[in-house]
């Protein structure tokens, strides 16, 4: 590779950052700078960071460091086929899963692409079948529903995004082609949960484990199938599974499993959603065709995503911003307030994402950082958050920055007018006074009836959640994850950080008494 | 009142905190500290705090702190009905919601309690009719279904306080009497979704406001009743309707509500889970016994707060243990993180109850603080959470304090033996491995593999799942978060960081241009 690794204090233009002045939000919004600070972020999507304490000379910076740290370069090795995972020698290729790219690749990628191409039309006809139903249950039902059995990425990413688009299906009163469910807790009440509310006859299990060998997943494909033995004796439970997995992993068995489909090493699980991992389901649900659609609006980020330009990158501007945030003026957290209840879920998959990809203290060539990464993570659907940590937000003592989603329209255009504004005008309308309230502040005399103002956010904006858009809105936040790994200087493609927990837990399952306080926590449960 | 109200940095045990040292918990932690940290928190639950930078002689020193903030005399203020939320000058009686306290009641508190009992007999017999089939739908049908419509404190306690009990119904092949569906978010696509799945016709909604003039609430009524006359022309939806409001609302109208229950101002919105914000509904879903046994934790818990000393105390302990990690070890998050998949929605609430309680910058006394109050509260179920965020917190570059939740059995009982041991087996092994793991780390020569340690958690560890620990669990909470408040000066019980964003959302409806900047923002919604 002829790109460079450096640590991000080690960049000039970050020096200069450090003892650059920040400018006050409150100083310095205006209405012409919501208009001007005001970006494409793939298909049907806006970003607009007229609200981030930023201005013209920090954004000249802002591109410097971008350049010195190479994030174009480093993403085109990425999609060269680079060992860009050095922790675990692999490349990183999600990119492909939805659309290829014109660069060169290097030896061995052509098959990877052919590989994820070749699921893509095998679970759509997979789908298809089964909606016309020509693919059947044992007893010969149609499947009415699906149950994706998966855990981390494998949940979290397809389950936000089937949260995302029910109610855009939903609109006119249509239902989802296949109702889906979720197991992913090996608690065992997450499955009975999910096992009292469906009939096995017409139920498809997907199983999704790359490895093949994930402890909770197989743990409740045994707990469901033991279910469905106890409430309908006669069923071929063969006959209701798939898999997503490896090739030649331990799971890839024709007599467990009906039907297999397959993503590789290279797919890390946070990144795999619109891999098989998520399109299985997605397109079981609602039909390949709006399958499709979604990568299309995740390809359009991943093709902008090249620009060196950070005003015409928004992934990378976001990143930038994010990083002056958390190295800069040091904030610890970040909140994802989508105002979308069909986003309900979709922070939750912005935790793991980012989190697990950015939460590390070593740098990319392994060697301990003396820098912040990746903040907390954490959030809800606004106005629900108003009503519950927003006080904290406004008043408390540590500032958290703010990332707002919001949408012109509502999915499913069910609405009343009450006391002369429809819901979906409140919903924004809240959205717009939230975000003057966060930077503009009010001066009160009384200390308790006072905002200071100054709290910086950032929104992503759309017409409405369908799936082009919702595609760009999580190839935006996959690309930013991957921008901030550059600039940090971090590998935000392995996860070394989930090994000893898991390790320990194998030595408490296999009896070994051999570290006494493990011993004791153990003794707890018992 | 002839208690004092001091700042946390004024205490003279504060100041010797700052300079006294932190034992690392890596050369601490032992089997024998881990059975003796260890107390009762009410009916059912135990708190170990085994693993928490802690020593005896810090333990000294926080009970110097415990007594100089005179908090369990603040508590009793509390409970003699003295004005404990000075913003909004009202007294605080949530603990009467529960049970009543053997101390002298100043002027007017009993009529209160009276109140709080009238509302529990009604609701009871409410409730009993409706399983009974005394009380129908309008068509003659049974209740089946009921529909909470509500937000902030009227959503996340109840909503989950309801997912918490339903696996415990649902065990033995049980269902709710009642299934409960909640509608919070102005969002038109939240009450859409819901209307989707019910059936009108069997279905009770009960609209939770104690102002009977929230926003989100009244503009979901009017979408729900609008949805329930296109769908089921000749029902009598005001048969279908009950309230629960505060007495005079303006929600309080025979002709609009089948019948209303009461609350008043003296229980503040993310403190009444127990009061009838929760309890009608829980009420109908699980009976009035299940109800009252919650109630019946949440009292024993109240009653144990009481104790002067902090070692039989454990929801100050706890707040203790909180405030040194917040303001000596200077965190700035807290994960609260339940293995049990029932509590999905707990980490929701708790979210709401501390930062919405403790995220001020004023104290007492209304004058502006140079010291952190409420972090930022996340969490989700392990062992999904393993496999999400906990990257970042093993090896991250902040300190996150860590709260797990544990249970020795499951609610529903199913499991299965798998690869030599059950799920629950495999749950509390994760758990205690984590545990371990935080506390400990692992020594590896590759920085990317080495865990650092020195994490510090508590967990509460109950038998099971069953409505009186539930009780305890959420009163350890509630308590916690008031001795938080006292021993940080502040009044834990108004929100006025809620209202700016109101206010503003309001003029945005009125169509006022008066403000540029809330003018653009709106303006991207067109």
Redesign the interface.
Known sequence: MSVKFKNLTEAESFKELVSFPTPDIKNI???ER??KYNIKTGIGLDY?YSAKSVDKKLLKLFQQLADEQQVIEKYKEILHGSIMNP?EKRMVLHHYTRGVHDVEYKKGVSSKINLYKKQIERFSDFAEKVHSGKIKGSSGAKFDTAVQIG???S??GPRALYLAL??FM?SG?Q?PLINCEFI??????????V??RINPETTLFIVVSKSGTT??T???T??VK??IKSKSKSLDIAKHMIAVTGKGSPMENPLEFYKSFYIDDFIG?RYSSTSAVGGVILSLAFGSDVFNKLLEGAHSNDVMALENDILKNAPLLDALLSVYDRNILKT??EAILP????LSRFP?HL??LI??S?????NFK????K????????G?????G?????????????I?PLKFI?F?E???L???D????????????????????F????KDD????N??GGRNSD?L?GQKLIPETLGSLLAHFENRTMFQGFLWNINSF????????????????AGAQE????????A???
Chains 1, 2 share one sequence.
Do not use: W
């Not at 820098?371 to 954490?378: D, G, R």
């Not at 009384?446 to 009836?449: G, I, L, R, W, Y």
């Not at 392995?494 to 399952?509: F, I, P, T, W």
């Open positions: 919004l205006s209405a919501i208009s607009n922790g855990i981390g990425g949940d979290l029910k109610g939903q009163g239902k992913s807790n090996v608690d065992p009440d997450d499955a009975s949960d096992m009292s402890q909770e197989l743990a409740n045994a707990l033991d279910l699980g610890t957290t105002y979308s209840q069909a939750a935790q793991q989190m697990e950015n939460g590390k203290s070593v392994g060697k301990l950082l820098y912040e990464t990746s903040p907390v993570i954490f809800e659907p606004g106005t629900n108003q009503h519950s940590f927003y006080q904290m937000l406004h008043q408390g003592t540590d958290v919001g012109k509502s999915q499913q069910n609405d009343v009450f006391q002369g504004s429809t819901c979906q005008k409140k919903l924004n309308a809240n959205l717009a006074a939230q975000i003057t309230a930077a503009i502040g009010h009384n200390p308790n009836k905002f200071p929104i904006i392995d996860q070394e950080g989930v090994q000893l927990g898991k390790k320990l837990a194998n030595k408490v399952l570290n006494p306080v493990l011993d004791a926590y153990s707890l449960f018992r």
